[in-house]
């Protein structure tokens, strides 16, 4: 929390793209008490998600000519994100996005590995304020779910300089990418169980209080819950999505 430089490879940011602002921050205030901040990006209108005053999320508006999904994108870092981007294109991926500056926030782009599952890369400017974590509200976990993970966790290996460290078992695809010795994300596997209409994609996990309460207050706050309330190795954990349509998770993990 002392340091806004990130290991890069560590995931350090989230941002959501929406098509109603005003109705998307009042789901997440009352979901998990965001407070809002209006931030120059040069990518449209964007406000920065803040509990007590530290920086949690982003949310921007997607173009009304651009048939775009509504997702929660996780950011990975980078101590130079023009060099990550290279490496992006040199390993099959695609740059959508950038590199371009973020005001004096820093410096990202956007891009999709290959099987398509988009992410985005961050580069902080020194000073810049760190994200909160590690309390209700605040990001705890990124998944990917896709075809399979040998090719897929290879390009994240060598894009980032993971480690990886696979699943032993002939019923579940599923590695855990590691820096350092820690477990930072995770790849799953799903073959011919992914959904046609999702595609490989990003899952952002939350950390709540208490799963079912936040599950309930997903419905009463018009969104959906798609799969749980369940209990897992890691804590319990429900996959809901907003009024738009964005899939994220909450959980809240053992003590």
Request: aromatic share 10%; proline share 9%.
């Amino acid at each position: 929390m002392t340091d806004a430089r990130h290991t890069p490879g560590t995931p350090c940011w989230v941002s959501l793209t929406v098509r109603g602002l005003d109705a998307t921050e009042q789901f997440y205030g009352a979901l998990f008490g965001w407070e809002f901040r209006p931030v120059a990006r040069p990518l449209g209108p964007y406000v920065r998600a803040e509990l007590d005053g530290r920086p949690v999320a982003g949310i921007g508006v997607l173009p009304p000519d651009r048939r775009l999904p509504v997702a929660w994108t996780p950011y990975f870092a980078s101590d130079d994100v023009d060099v990550t981007a290279e490496a992006v294109r040199s390993c099959g991926g695609t740059v959508g996005v950038g590199p371009l500056d973020a005001a004096d926030a820093g410096r990202l782009a956007l891009a999709s590995d290959p099987s398509g599952a988009v992410f985005g890369i961050w580069q902080s400017a020194d000073g810049a304020a760190p994200a909160a974590t590690g309390r209700p509200g605040t990001p705890a976990w990124n998944e990917l779910a896709t075809y399979e993970t040998t090719n897929v966790a290879k390009f994240y290996e060598t894009v980032f300089g993971y480690d990886e460290d696979p699943v032993v078992s002939a019923d579940l695809d599923y590695v855990t990418l590691r820096l350092d010795g820690r477990p930072v994300t995770g790849v799953h596997g799903l073959g011919n169980a992914l959904p046609r209409d999702r595609g490989p994609h990003w899952t952002t996990y939350f950390t709540v209080a208490d799963t079912d309460d936040a599950a309930a207050q997903v419905l009463d706050l018009g969104g959906q819950i798609l799969a749980g309330p369940r209990n897992t190795e890691h804590g319990r954990v429900a996959t809901v999505a907003d009024p738009e349509g964005a899939r994220f998770a909450v959980v809240r993990t053992p003590r």
